[in-house]
C-alpha cells in the first residue's frame, strides 16, 4: 500500500494466524515524511522499531523527549503514550517493523532496548534496512509467507542481539514546556481560526516572548507551523474521503478554498485536485516501482532496483 501523507509504501499483515509460535509480524513500510508530519499522541498494541534514514525528528514517550536523526532506531512499545514529530525544515525519512507476540519482552531483554530503554543508534543499520525491505516482497496469505515474514523477524532480533550500538541517552532533549505545549495547542486546535495572540493569552505570556522560544526550539513560526500541520491533515481527508475540497478547507482551519488551494500547493506542488487525482491512480500494480523510487530518493538504494 502506498500512503501519499508520507509519501510511504507499506505492507500490513492479515490477522489470521496459522502457527503460534510466540512472535508474529504484523506490518512494516518505509516513509519520507512531510515537514511537521505528526503522529500522536497514542497508544498501540504492538512493538514497533523505527530506523532513522534521514533527516531529524522528535519522539516523546515516558515524558522524555528525543531528538533524532540518521542512524538512530527507537522503539514504540505497546500500551505507551507517545507521540513522533518530523523535523520543519529537515523533515526525517525512516521505515518500521511492526511485532507483537508473548516472546519479544523476552526478546528485548537481550537487546540494548533492555531495562526500557527507548533509543539507541547504530553503525550498520543498512542491515534492518535490507530485512525490512524484505518484508515488503512477501505479500500473499498462506502459511508460507507467515513462516517467512516470522522468520525476518527473528533475523531482525537475531542482528539486534548482536550489532555493536552506540547508547543515545545523550539525544534527550531538555524538556520546555511553553514550546511543547504551544505545539500541542497547535494539534490540538488547528480546525480553529486561531492567531498567535490567542495562544499568548491561553498561555499566559508575552506573544512575542512566545514566537521567540517557540522558533528556537522547533526552528520554524509558530504561523509555518500551524499552516503545515492544517496541509498534513487536508492531505489525508483528501486521500481518504469523497468530501469536497471546499469543505475539507473549511475542516483543517481555511476560511477561504483560494488561500487553502495556494497553501496547498505551495507546500506539496500540486493543487488539491491534482493530489486526489495523483493518489487515486495508484494500485498494487505501481508498489514495486513506488518503493524502488522512495528507497533511491533516500539513497537506500544503489544502481540496482528493488525486484521481486
Not at 62 to 87: A, C, E, N, T, W
Amino acid at each position: 500500500m502506498v500512503d501519499p501523507m508520507e509519501k510511504s509504501i507499506f505492507y500490513i499483515a492479515p490477522e489470521t494466524q496459522y502457527f503460534n509460535i510466540g512472535i508474529q509480524y504484523r506490518f512494516s513500510g518505509f516513509s519520507q515524511t512531510m515537514s511537521l508530519h505528526n503522529y500522536g499522541p497514542t497508544v498501540r498494541t504492538h512493538y514497533i522499531f523505527h530506523i532513522i534514514l534521514d533527516g531529524k525528528g522528535t519522539f516523546s514517550v515516558d515524558d522524555q523527549q528525543f531528538h533524532l536523526s540518521k542512524g538512530d532506531i527507537f522503539l514504540v512499545r505497546p500500551d505507551m503514550i507517545h507521540r513522533y514529530i518530523s523535523d520543519a525544515n529537515t523533515p526525517w525519512s525512516y521505515c518500521w517493523l511492526a511485532i507483537k507476540g508473548p516472546v519479544v519482552s523476552d526478546f528485548l531483554e537481550k537487546t540494548p532496548f533492555a531495562n526500557n530503554v527507548h533509543v539507541i543508534q547504530s553503525h550498520h543499520f543498512s542491515t534492518y534496512i535490507d530485512i525490512i525491505q524484505s518484508t515488503l516482497q512477501i505479500r500473499d496469505a498462506n502459511p508460507s509467507s507467515e513462516l517467512k515474514l516470522t522468520s525476518l523477524c527473528l533475523d531482525f532480533f537475531n542482528k539486534l542481539m548482536t550489532d555493536d550500538f552506540i547508547s543515545s541517552k545523550e539525544k534527550v532533549l531538555t524538556y520546555r514546556k511553553l514550546p511543547v505545549n504551544t505545539m500541542t495547542y497547535l494539534l490540538n486546535n488547528y480546525t480553529d481560526d486561531i492567531k498567535v495572540s490567542d495562544i499568548s493569552d491561553h498561555m499566559f505570556v508575552n506573544r512575542s516572548h512566545l514566537s521567540r522560544v517557540f522558533k528556537s526550539y522547533y526552528n520554524t513560526t509558530i504561523q509555518n507551523a500551524l499552516q503545515q500541520i492544517r496541509i498534513n491533515a487536508a492531505a489525508n481527508l483528501l486521500y481518504t474521503t469523497h468530501q469536497s475540497i471546499l469543505d475539507i478547507s473549511i475542516a483543517v482551519g481555511f476560511n477561504s478554498q483560494i488561500v487553502f488551494n495556494r497553501a496547498f500547493k505551495k507546500l506539496t506542488g500540486l493543487n488539491p485536485s491534482q493530489f486526489r487525482n495523483q493518489q487515486h491512480q495508484v494500485n498494487h500494480e505501481t508498489a514495486d516501482q513506488e518503493l524502488t523510487d522512495i528507497l533511491r530518493n533516500l539513497s537506500v538504494l544503489g544502481e540496482t532496483p528493488f525486484s521481486t
